[in-house]
C-alpha cells in the first residue's frame, strides 16, 4: 500500500543522506522526498511517499524514529490528510498548440508563468494524479520538459506535527 | 577555559573517565597525539592494526559495559577502522571512535588521507559527527558518548579536522545532554508487563529465549532470578550466553544454527514464548515460515522498538531497558496469585528432559587424534569455568560456544552479528587490559588468528598474559563444513596452506608457543599454560586437531528449528 509519511528532523548536515541511506541501505521503496527547513529553522520537514505491506511500512517508521537526527515521524496515511504536488510542465505552443494548451491549462487550473515564441511554461499543483491527468490529457508531442516536487503532505483539521 | 582543540579532546576524554584509549597515530591526529604524550591520566594502547584498535575498544567494552574508545588517523586509518566499527553496531556495543580528518578547507578537496568518514560509516554506526567548528567539539564529543551507552547501545564516530584540533577555543565540558530528537524509553508499560505475565503464568509449555540485550543491559541478575521463579526453561543466543547460568539445570543450551535440540525444539513447541533482548535473527530462528508451523504467544522485551515484530509478528511488545522491566515484572510476580500450573509444566520438562537424553552434544572422541570439542572442555576445567573467552569466527566458536559453560554475563566476547574473523585476538587485549589478573583465553581458528596475527606485537609491548587457543584443522573449517554438506565435497578454497609455524612465530615476539598433537597432552598442557609458571606471559598454544570434525548439531540455512540434524543422523 502507498503511504505518505511526514517527519521532522534537526536541519543539520547529513539529516538528509541518513534518512535517503536508510531507505537504501534497508530496501524500502521510495517514491518521492521533499524537504526544506520549517519556520523554525534548527528543523527540516520532509515528505516521503513509499509503499509497502503493513509490516514493512510499520519497520520504516520505527526506523526513521530510531535515526538520532529525526524528531518526529508521522504516517499521515493513517488519518485525514491532504496531499499536494507542485509541476512544472513545458509545452509546445505552436500552431495549434498555442491554444490548445491555453485551454488545457486553464482546465486543469493550471497558470501559464512563462511565454515564449514556441513554448508556454505552465505550473500546475495538485495531488499527484491530477498531475499525472493532466499529461494524459494534452498531446505526448507537445511535451519538452517537465518536473515535479514530489508530494508534501499536511494532515487535516487538528491533526498537527510540531515540536 | 582557552584550549586547543587536540586539548579540549583530551580533557573530553579525561572528564568522561576514560581508562584506554587504543589508537594509532597518523598526520590528521597528530596535534592529538601530542596532548596524549603530556598526560597521564589515562593510558593510550599502540596496536598494530587500526582494525585491531577499535576491536580492542569494543571487547572493553563488552567485558565493562563502560564506552570503549578508539583513535585512528584521517583516510586509511579511518578506513581500517571501518570492519571493527560494523562489527561493534552489529552487536550493540557502546564505543566512541574518534577519527582525524583533513583540515576543513580541504575537506572535498580530494586533499591527501582524505575520506567522507562519516558517508562511509553512516549505516554502520549509531550515529556520527563530522566536528566543524571548535566550539561544537566539545559538546560533540559529549554527545557522542551520551548516545554511544544509553538506549541500544553503538558505535558513534566523531570525525575531527586537523585544523580544528589547532584552533582554541574556550573549553566546557556540558554536565549532562538534552536532545529533543532523541530519548530512549526505559520503563516498561505497566500494563504490558501485567499482560505478559498473566500469559506466563498460564502457559502450559513457556519457554524463555534471552539474548545479548540481557549482558548488555546488565540485566542478568533479575533474569536469573525471574526464571527461578517462574522455573521455566531457558535458552541463550550466541550473544546472550553468560546472561543466565549456563550450569544450572534450567539453562536448554542454546539455540539456533548450532543450538541444542532441547533448545531448539522447545522454541518450536512452546506455547507462550518470553523473548528478552534478543532479536529473532535468522540464524536464531531459521526459517520464519516454519517457526510459524506451531502457533505460540510470544512477549518481546527490547530497548530498540524496531527490533520488535521486524521478523517475528510479536503479541505483546514492551519497550524498556531490559533490566527495569525484568525488575518491574519480578515485584509484580510477587504480587500475585500464583496459578496451579505445575501438572502441565512438568509434563513440558518431561519432554524437554526427553530431547535433552538424545544427549546431542556427544561426540566420538579419539585416543590419538585431538577433538577441538575436548579441548574447549578441557579449557573450562582448566580455568575453572571463571575466564574470560574470546573467540574469532568459525567452527572453533561454536565449540566454544557449546561447550564453554559461561556462568557470568561479560565472559563471552564474540562477533555474533556481523561474523568477523579477526577479533579473537584484539578482543583479548581489550579484555585483559580491563581486567588484568583475570584469565583471558582466545579461542581461534588458524584462519581467523592470521587475520589480526600482527596483534602479537602489540601483546609483546603491553605483557598481556593473554592465552591463545588455536584449533588447527588445516581448513576454514566452517567453510569446509558448508562445502562438505551443500557441495559435494568440493573443497574450493578453504584449505589453509602454507602455514606458519605457530610455535615459532610466538617466540619470534618473546611469547611461549606450544605445539599440542595427542589428546593425552591437551589437560597437562592447558594446566601449565594457565599455571603459576605462564601466570605473567603470553602463551600461544597449537592445538592440531581432528580436520574434518563438524559442528552439530547443525540447522541448515533456511530449515526451520526442529529440521535440526544431529551427529547420530549422518
Ligand atoms: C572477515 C571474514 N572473512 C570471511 C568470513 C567467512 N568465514 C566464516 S567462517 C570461515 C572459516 C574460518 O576458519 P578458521 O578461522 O580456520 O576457523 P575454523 O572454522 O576452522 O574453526 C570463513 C572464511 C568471515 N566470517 N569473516
Known amino acids: 500500500m502507498r503511504h505518505i509519511v511526514s517527519l521532522l528532523m534537526e536541519n543539520e548536515a547529513g539529516a538528509l543522506s541518513r534518512v535517503a541511506g536508510l531507505f537504501s541501505a534497508r530496501a524500502y521503496n521510495i517514491e518521492s522526498l521533499t524537504v526544506a527547513p520549517t519556520e523554525d529553522e534548527t528543523l527540516s520537514r520532509m515528505t516521503i511517499v513509499t509503499s509497502g505491506s503493513d509490516e514493512v511500512i510499520e519497520q520504516i517508521i520505527k526506523q526513521l524514529n530510531k535515526l538520532i537526527d529525526v524528531v518526529k515521524v508521522l504516517d499521515l496515511s493513517d488519518g485525514r490528510h491532504i496531499e499536494r504536488e507542485l509541476m512544472l510542465v513545458k509545452v509546445k505552443a505552436t500552431g495549434i498548440f498555442r491554444e490548445e494548451m491555453k485551454r488545457m491549462s486553464d482546465i486543469f487550473r493550471g497558470r501559464i508563468i512563462d511565454v515564449a515564441d514556441g513554448s508556454y511554461t505552465i505550473e500546475l499543483t495538485g495531488s499527484g494524479s491530477k498531475l499525472d491527468a493532466f499529461l494524459e490529457a494534452i498531446d505526448k508531442t507537445a511535451i519538452l520538459e517537465t518536473v515535479r516536487t514530489g508530494a508534501s503532505g499536511i494532515g487535516r483539521g487538528d491533526r498537527i506535527l510540531k515540536v | 577555559m582557552q584550549l586547543t582543540g587536540a586539548e579540549i579532546v583530551i580533557r573530553c576524554l579525561q572528564e568522561e573517565n576514560v581508562k584506554f584509549l587504543f589508537g594509532y597515530p597518523g598526520g590528521a591526529v597528530l596535534n592529538i597525539y601530542d596532548e596524549i604524550f603530556k598526560q597521564d591520566k589515562f593510558k593510550h594502547v599502540l596496536v598494530r592494526h587500526e582494525q585491531a584498535a577499535v576491536h580492542a575498544a569494543d571487547a572493553y567494552a563488552r567485558a565493562t559495559g563502560e564506552v570503549g574508545v578508539a583513535l585512528v588517523t584521517s583516510g586509511p586509518g579511518a578506513t581500517n577502522a571501518v570492519t571493527g566499527i560494523a562489527t561493534a553496531y552489529m552487536d550493540s556495543i557502546p564505543m566512541v571512535v574518534l577519527s582525524g580528518q583533513v583540515p576543513t578547507p580541504a575537506i572535498g578537496m580530494d586533499a591527501f588521507q582524505e575520506v567522507d568518514m562519516v558517508g562511509i560509516t553512516r549505516p554502520c554506526v549509531k550515529h556520527n559527527f563530522l566536528v566543524r567548528n571548535i566550539d561544537e567539539l566539545a559538546s560533540t564529543i559529549k554527545k557522542a558518548f551520551y548516545i554511544a551507552a544509553s538506549g541500544r547501545p553503538g558505535p558513534v564516530v566523531v570525525d575531527i579536522p586537523k585544523d580544528v584540533t589547532a584552533h582554541v577555543g574556550e573549553f566546557v565540558y556540558p554536565e549532562s545532554v538534552q536532545m529533543r530528537s532523541y530519548n530512549p524509553v526505559l520503563k516498561g508499560h505497566s500494563g504490558q508487563i501485567k499482560k505478559a505475565l498473566k500469559l506466563l503464568l498460564e502457559a502450559k509449555r513457556p519457554m524463555i529465549y534471552a539474548g545479548g540485550g540481557v549482558v548488555l543491559g546488565d540485566a542478568a541478575e533479575p533474569l536469573t532470578k525471574l526464571v527461578r521463579q517462574l522455573g521455566f526453561p531457558i535458552t541463550n543466543t550466541l550473544m546472550g550466553l553468560g546472561g543466565y547460568p549456563a550450569t544450572d539445570k534450567q539453562f536448554v543450551g542454546m539455540l539456533g544454527m548450532h543450538g541444542t535440540l532441547e533448545a531448539n525444539m522447545a522454541m518450536q513447541e512452546c506455547d507462550v514464548l518470553l523473548a528478552v533482548g534478543a532479536r529473532f535473527d535468522d540464524r536464531v530462528i531459521g526459517n520464519p515460515a516454519h517457526f510459524f508451523q506451531n502457533p505460540r504467544t510470544i512477549i518481546h522485551i527490547d530497548v530498540d522498538p524496531s527490533s520488535i515484530s521486524k521478523r517475528v509478528k510479536v503479541d505483546v511488545p514492551i519497550v524498556g531497558d531490559v533490566k527495569s522491566v525484568l525488575a518491574d515484572m519480578l515485584q509484580l510476580l510477587d504480587e500475585t496469585e500464583k496459578p496451579h500450573n505445575a501438572e502441565p509444566l512438568k509434563a513440558w520438562w518431561q519432554k ?106 602489540t601483546c609483546k609491548q603491553f605483557h598481556l598474559p593473554i592465552k591463545v587457543i588455536l584449533l588447527n584443522n588445516r581448513y576454514l573449517g566452517m567453510v569446509r563444513q558448508w562445502q562438505e554438506f551443500f557441495y559435494e565435497n568440493r573443497y574450493s578454497e578453504s584449505y589453509v596452506d602454507a602455514l606458519p609455524d605457530f610455535v615459532k612465530l610466538a617466540e619470534s615476539y618473546g611469547h611461549v608457543g606450544m605445539r599440542i598433537e595427542k589428546p593425552g597432552d591437551v589437560e597437562s598442557a592447558l594446566k601449565e599454560a594457565f599455571g603459576p609458571s605462564n601466570k605473567e606471559r603470553f602463551v600461544f598454544m597449537d592445538f592440531i586437531t581432528d580436520q574434518k570434525e563438524n559442528v552439530f548439531p547443525m540447522v541448515p540455512n533456511g530449515k526451520g528449528l526442529s529440521e535440526i540434524i544431529l551427529a547420530e543422523d549422518l
Open chain 2, 352 to 457: 524437554i528432559e526427553d530431547w535433552r537424553g538424545k544427549n546431542c552434544l556427544k561426540y566420538a572422541t579419539s585416543s590419538d587424534i585431538i577433538k577441538p570439542q575436548y579441548v574447549i572442555e578441557k579449557l573450562w576445567e582448566a580455568t575453572k569455568g571463571d575466564a574470560f573467552v574470546t573467540s574469532d569466527v568459525g567452527q572453533h566458536q561454536m565449540w566454544a560456544a557449546q561447550y564453554y559453560k559461561f556462568d557470568k554475563p561479560r565472559r563471552w566476547l564474540n562477533s555474533g552479528g556481523l561474523g568477523t574473523m579477526g577479533v579473537g585476538l584484539p578482543y583479548a587485549m581489550g579484555a585483559q587490559f580491563a581486567f588484568p589478573d583475570a584469565q583471558v583465553a582466545c579461542i581461534t581458528g588458524e584462519g581467523s588468528i592470521q587475520m589480526n596475527i600482527q596483534e602479537l606485537s
